[in-house]
T-cell receptor, first 116, second 116 residues
Framework: DAGVIQSPRHEVTEMGQEVTLRCKPISGHDYLFWYRQTMMRGLELLIYFNNNVPIDDSGMPEDRFSAKMPNASFSTLKIQPSEPRDSAVYFC??????????????FGAGSRLTVL | AQSVTQLDSQVPVFEEAPVELRCNYSSSVSVYLFWYVQYPNQGLQLLLKYLSGSTLVESINGFEAEFNKSQTSFHLRKPSVHISDTAEYFCAVRKDYGGSQGNLIFGKGTKLSVKP
């Protein structure tokens, strides 16, 4: 398996523009997570899905952020309109359900977003 | 609510010296504990995990961590570090939901810098 695939790896955009980040989880994984990493706040969970259904979106900063998972092999995180404070590295991760609770997250390489 | 505290944001150490990266957590219920490592420009990778049983867990590259319930700690140690261990290390906790999935709470990370 190629692992969790994220695109784009780098995105530079101007304030007010729409940004779409994409993620392809590992085949067979039931859970998908979106995290944001910044120097100030560290790694924050934004939202996670189970079987394509959003379970917890309490970490989504505000209405400018939205995430979808139309099928088991694809998810998007959209920011509209983008602001400079959204600049961060956005990680997608996936995991397989486990009755033991030993869910191990596999992370993608991240999408580095810079909003000017 | 759960939380994870990594007491040191940066740890510089010389090659072949021992190192300890500290992690404390707070939770009123049973937890699962993890250490993830992030090499430059990459996503996080699982280093080791504690689920149950022996309180001392080891990774394949010489790291170990000990779960101490009374101290609510899960410190990471290595007796002799290499230059290649230079990375950021994240402690994470997941509440034991009795088999169902929950999300991970990450600490803010500790940057280990190994100098020759």
């Amino acid at each position: 398996d190629a692992g969790v695939i994220q695109s784009p790896r780098h995105e530079v955009t101007e304030m007010g523009q729409e940004v779409t980040l994409r993620c392809k989880p590992i085949s067979g994984h039931d859970y998908l997570f979106w995290y944001r990493q910044t120097m100030m706040r560290g790694l924050e969970l934004l939202i996670y899905f189970n079987n394509n259904v959003p379970i917890d979106d309490s970490g989504m900063p505000e209405d400018r952020f939205s995430a979808k998972m139309p099928n088991a092999s694809f998810s998007t995180l959209k920011i509209q309109p983008s602001e400079p404070r959204d600049s961060a590295v956005y990680f997608c991760a996936s995991s397989r359900d486990s009755h033991s609770g030993a869910n191990v997250l596999t992370f993608g390489a991240g999408s580095r977003l810079t909003v000017l | 609510a759960q939380s994870v505290t990594q007491l040191d944001s940066q740890v510089p150490v010389f090659e072949e010296a021992p190192v300890e990266l500290r992690c404390n957590y707070s939770s009123s219920v049973s937890v699962y504990l993890f250490w993830y490592v992030q090499y430059p420009n990459q996503g996080l990778q699982l280093l080791l995990k504690y689920l149950s049983g022996s309180t001392l867990v080891e990774s394949i590259n010489g790291f170990e961590a000990e779960f101490n319930k009374s101290q609510t700690s899960f410190h990471l140690r290595k007796p002799s570090v290499h230059i290649s261990d230079t990375a950021e290390y994240f402690c994470a906790v997941r509440k034991d939901y009795g088999g169902s999935q929950g999300n991970l709470i990450f600490g803010k990370g500790t940057k280990l810098s190994v100098k020759p």
